[in-house]
């Protein structure tokens, strides 16, 4: 890890060069675009100024809008899960997701983005030290404006915290829950990020390589999700007799609804991790970025489609649909620049295809997941970071593999660690009776769907 | 007031310069950013015609993007209603929001815009010469593109109409309520509005602030509604024999729904009311404004939330933690530079606090306002603009106080009067066997949902 | 059609003289905004590349949001549809709209953009070389990423094929709609897009004017509708007995939330169809087509509810409101820019009226569209074409009607043809039985809302 002033001077070598250097990219030495003024380098220093001003503007432009667009996927996970949810559940659920929005944005502040990206870290870069109450400082030279990178980070945060909702939804309890979302929040996504974003051990040690979170964000939610999972239990009747018993969402089109603001929102989530859009190349990239992140899309909706009619009948289950699509999101968000169009199609639909194996694979293992989180988020987060390899010559087979486990090594024990300690002292679930209640009536004091049967 | 070419000439000055002179800036002399490119000044005119047309395409650009972010706020508003009114009128409410959008834009374009900017001013500011039908009319030197500008304040002005909907819900008839909604949309709002936009007396006098409308747009629309709301009456039943009964929402998730889309949008309410991006103090400020608005709206959640839970024996209402939402983003809309983050989470939790303290007490006055805009838009609207000289110490608390007062005068005594009106000539209220049925039959003639219950 | 080498040398030709020469601008010789930089010209050979790197970046930033703002119509489009169907049908056509999204994107990838941007065309332009598999290929002298132009195309057939998907709603088998809509957007769109956007007959022979598609996109989409409808037949009960049976929605707010995501949407749909925003006449433009299409669809709310409200003894019908503002926006897209506000309030008024009065037309026809899409798309997308010689001097009312009729033959005996090769090999129905039971557990295997009523 660098320190601050040293990298704080090299903020302001070219694109070019600095990619080529490392991947030392995100929050610390991101790319700081050359505005097309650098052509008039002869002009002298006023003409070296405007252009550094250009690109700071259109640099702070991309995160913000890039940002904007990935916060509205907060209302997609909300949707996409108080669809799947049974009646009972869905107002808990939507509120759920309001409150997981707001604490990860408290905790961001207060401790995670410091976290993330520490000032130095100790441990061979497994841990930074962790500074409190985050604040801006601008600085033409860092390329960006301060607030603007927070609120891109801060989006991607909340991100990972909406995947354990979904997860562990219908029996947890408010409380215990938004407690978890601060520790994941504040401590644990940040700790990961820190270590390929930040300059952290991953990144300086390993080559890892993952662009805009396919196992940082996607997998370090899933983890954290399978491990509440397991240590809250099913719902009350989900595995009886060693019977599966479906419990089918309540609201469908909200289902889909959420698919498609999560799609619109994965542009900005890929796109924007460009982390530049000023030049030649880099709007290039954005672009190729846009194309390929819907064609895994488009993979993954058709491969999860095509194989549940072979399995099911003919029939095909649109929730699996709608997780194919998410499934294929996941797959190319490891590398969504490198691959061409058709590989990226391939690498959406073998993410659908993991989707639709790993749904019943769940069920076999007892564990619940409501909306099927875990198969589109961990398992297709784990996939697409492994083939990163096949596009992009500079990640290794092994450098992805430390990445993947390093990051489930440690977001499977920490959760498991908070998760237990909420369990012991004030519990994770309601009582039998309020669950089958449901959460709406015994959490909520008000129903979803008052009038609707 | 300023004529019009001395404005003109003007607008051309520097963004900093300007802003230290006064708050003449939103449509008068809009700060004009100067572009990077200023840089070159020695190059002459020709690299001076540069820039403004770089800072004439920023900035027009930043009011289309702005201005669409804020325009999906009319479905935000129209989510929320629709899920908070009860299943038979809530057809009516979505349809009721579609119209109003729309009557909103046309009377902004036949006299709104005109009446909130006119050429010049009576009565020491407070009453402009009133004009009709807006036609673009486009000139570098202005600063920006005049139809973006257009198109900015009048998803602005859509707001306010939204905002009296929301709490005359579920009993009042569609074409008085559209008529009213007419009147407001072309001189109610923009009289206000010409008060400080348009350069008028709370600006030119009183040196009232109000960045991006806690007052202007949020309380007067709240003051339309509270008006609204006692003259038009309670629902049928819902104060009977000195209890509050209550009415729940029919659709809990789309008010959550509703809640993010508003969340979304403030954004571009916020963010695109600094009115120019291009420098590096502009887009620092922009993204200050994306960060603060956040915080302020995660101040809002998490306190009503605590509150609630205190108050109501562990239970946390749902849509009091999204109306904290909401009264944390308008508590934060008159200053959402200034403050510090810490500050911008403050300044919302007691927006959140002042919705679940104030929808009781709305109770106990026996105004029945639905979905309980009064709390989030007016009240946090009063407190959001008399908290401003904390932050901003340009402006004063005499200053606001004038500003929070004439509106509040103004725009209740014209609602009253409009009100009254339509009260006396085509009557406002359905027959209470129409108002059983509900709108939906009555004034729709198709149900919101025929096959659910 | 010129070589592909003289149109790359055209297309950094500055955009007035451009467009005063033709109409060949999408795609082919797409307006290359010269920056702000281009009066740097005397700097020389550098500025001149800045200027282009500028412009570059610019249009390729206009495509990606624009497209990015269209890709969500596809989410408008599954609500509306999704609320306008019966519950028995709802999950079937929100599985629908997300895989017909997914098949676009993969048809315009495997045929379509080639089919659409051919490298040269025989019979006089009315047919391209298709070629297969479109990839990225950058150059400067295009003046924009070519990924990015493939996205905002995308999207455009995306919408072609939703309007199918609602009209022929509660009848039509997945797979056989699945095909179609893969035949619709490999071939059929992308033909009659090259007549115009292509640089074909269209363009080159008649002059023909359609800024944004309201003819190529929407009638397309609508004839496609049309003959659909009528070879595979009404609903089961639709028209029984002479007598016309209403099937209405399930869930009108759903609709309504369409409605606010398409209007939305349409902003970018037309507004990113200037294809460039990095002048002072482009933004102008830009920001005159917001104003224009956002008036065109107010007139088309308030003069289908006002018509509605004639008709219907006071009743306002919520779902005439919502296919208003949609008449409305499809007859202001063929020329959004040319005409003044005045002007487009009443073409998008015309448009309003247009719906309300083909509606019950075509079920006088035993025509059965469920959504209304055969009103708001065919017949105001020809309303919107024919009209655009009274703003738009260049075009003519016979050039405007061979691309009216050449469009309606083309798609219809294509389409036709295509529906019934499926109905006679695959069937396109489900059985009386199955249909009578609802799609979604015939065809998805899980009920929409299995808990409400």
Same mark, same amino acid.
């Given at each position: &890890?660098?320190?601050?002033?040293?990298? =704080?001077?090299?903020?302001?070598?070219?694109?070019?060069?600095?990619?080529?250097?490392?991947?030392?990219?995100?929050?610390?030495?991101?790319?700081?675009?050359? $505005?097309?003024?650098?052509? @008039?380098?002869?002009?002298?220093?006023?003409?070296?100024?405007?252009?550094? !001003?250009?690109?700071?503007?259109?640099?702070?432009?991309?995160?913000?809008?890039?940002?904007?667009?990935?916060?509205?996927?907060?209302?997609?996970?909300?949707?996409?899960?108080?669809?799947?949810?049974?009646?009972?559940?869905?107002? +808990?659920?939507?509120?759920?997701?309001?409150?997981?929005?707001?604490?990860?944005?408290? +905790?961001?502040?207060?401790?995670?983005?410091?976290?993330?990206?520490?000032?130095?870290?100790? =441990?061979?870069?497994?841990?930074?030290?962790?500074?409190?109450?985050?604040?801006?400082?601008?600085?033409?030279?860092?390329?960006?404006?301060?607030?603007?990178?927070?609120?891109?980070? +801060?989006?991607? #945060?909340?991100?990972?915290?909406?995947?354990?909702?979904?997860?562990? $939804?219908?029996?947890?309890?408010?409380?215990?829950?938004?407690?978890?979302?601060?520790?994941? %929040?504040?401590?644990?996504?940040?700790?990961? *990020?820190?270590?390929?974003?930040?300059?952290?051990?991953?990144?300086?040690?390993?080559?890892?390589?993952?662009?805009?979170?396919?196992?940082?964000?996607?997998?370090?939610?899933?983890?954290?999700? @399978?491990?509440?999972?397991?240590?809250?239990?099913?719902?009350?009747?989900?595995? !009886?007799?060693?019977? #599966?018993?479906? &419990?089918?969402?309540?609201?469908?089109?909200?289902?889909?609804?959420?698919?498609?603001?999560?799609?619109?929102?994965?542009?900005?989530?890929?796109?924007?991790?460009?982390?530049?859009?000023?030049?030649?190349?880099?709007?290039?990239?954005?672009?190729?970025?846009?194309?390929?992140?819907?064609?895994?899309?488009?993979?993954?909706?058709?491969?999860?489609?095509? @194989?549940?009619?072979?399995?099911?009948?003919?029939?095909?289950?649109?929730?699996?649909?709608?997780?194919? $699509?998410?499934?294929?999101? #996941?797959?190319?968000?490891?590398?969504?620049?490198?691959?061409?169009?058709?590989?990226?199609?391939?690498?959406?639909?073998?993410?659908?295809?993991?989707?639709?194996?790993?749904?019943?694979?769940?069920?076999?293992?007892?564990?619940?997941?409501?909306?099927?989180? /875990?198969?589109?988020?961990?398992?297709?987060?784990?996939?697409?970071?492994? /083939?990163?390899?096949?596009?992009?010559?500079? *990640?290794?087979?092994?450098?992805? @593999? #430390?990445?993947?486990?390093?990051?489930?090594?440690?977001?499977?024990?920490?959760?498991?660690?908070?998760?237990?300690? =909420?369990?012991? %002292? &004030?519990?994770?679930?309601?009582?039998?009776?309020?669950?089958?209640?449901?959460?709406?009536?015994?959490? !909520?004091?008000?129903?979803?769907?008052?009038?609707?049967?």
């Amino acid at each position: &890890m660098l320190p601050v002033q040293v990298r =704080l001077a090299m903020s302001v070598i070219p694109t070019n060069w600095e990619k080529g250097m490392s991947s030392l990219v995100r929050g610390t030495m991101r790319g700081l675009a050359l $505005a097309p003024l650098a052509a @008039l380098g002869a002009l002298g220093a006023s003409a070296q100024d405007a252009s550094q !001003v250009s690109a700071y503007v259109d640099n702070s432009y991309l995160f913000l809008i890039g940002g904007l667009i990935v916060m509205f996927m907060a209302a997609g996970f909300c949707m996409l899960e108080a669809g799947l949810v049974r009646k009972k559940n869905a107002a +808990m659920q939507s509120m759920k997701n309001v409150a997981l929005f707001s604490v990860a944005g408290l +905790m961001f502040w207060l401790v995670g983005y410091n976290m993330a990206y520490p000032g130095s870290t100790f =441990l061979s870069g497994w841990f930074g030290i962790p500074a409190f109450i985050w604040s801006p400082s601008d600085s033409l030279d860092t390329g960006y404006a301060s607030a603007s990178d927070w609120f891109f980070q +801060m989006v991607f #945060v909340a991100t990972a915290a909406s995947i354990v909702s979904g997860t562990v $939804a219908e029996r947890v309890k408010l409380w215990p829950f938004l407690i978890f979302t601060a520790v994941l %929040t504040a401590f644990i996504y940040p700790i990961v *990020a820190s270590w390929e974003w930040g300059g952290g051990a991953l990144d300086t040690h390993f080559g890892f390589s993952d662009f805009a979170g396919s196992t940082l964000v996607h997998s370090t939610g899933g983890w954290a999700a @399978l491990v509440g999972a397991i240590i809250i239990g099913p719902r009350a009747g989900k595995f !009886v007799g060693g019977q #599966v018993h479906p &419990m089918p969402g309540s609201n469908i089109p909200l289902a889909a609804l959420g698919t498609f603001i999560l799609w619109f929102g994965w542009f900005g989530f890929n796109g924007a991790s460009q982390l530049a859009a000023g030049t030649f190349d880099d709007i290039n990239a954005v672009a190729q970025i846009f194309a390929n992140t819907n064609m895994a899309a488009c993979g993954g909706v058709l491969a999860a489609m095509i @194989l549940t009619a072979v399995l099911y009948k003919g029939k095909v289950d649109a929730t699996m649909a709608f997780n194919g $699509a998410i499934g294929g999101l #996941v797959s190319i968000t490891a590398e969504p620049l490198a691959p061409s169009m058709g590989l990226s199609v391939l690498i959406g639909a073998i993410g659908g295809i993991l989707v639709v194996v790993t749904v019943p694979l769940l069920d076999k293992l007892k564990i619940d997941d409501v909306v099927g989180a /875990i198969p589109a988020h961990l398992v297709c987060g784990i996939w697409g970071t492994m /083939i990163v390899p096949l596009s992009n010559g500079d *990640a290794s087979f092994f450098g992805q @593999l #430390v990445g993947v486990i390093a990051t489930g090594v440690f977001v499977s024990i920490a959760s498991a660690i908070i998760w237990m300690i =909420l369990k012991v %002292t &004030m519990g994770v679930r309601p009582s039998d009776e309020e669950e089958l209640a449901g959460m709406d009536k015994t959490e !909520v004091g008000l129903e979803a769907y008052p009038e609707f049967g």
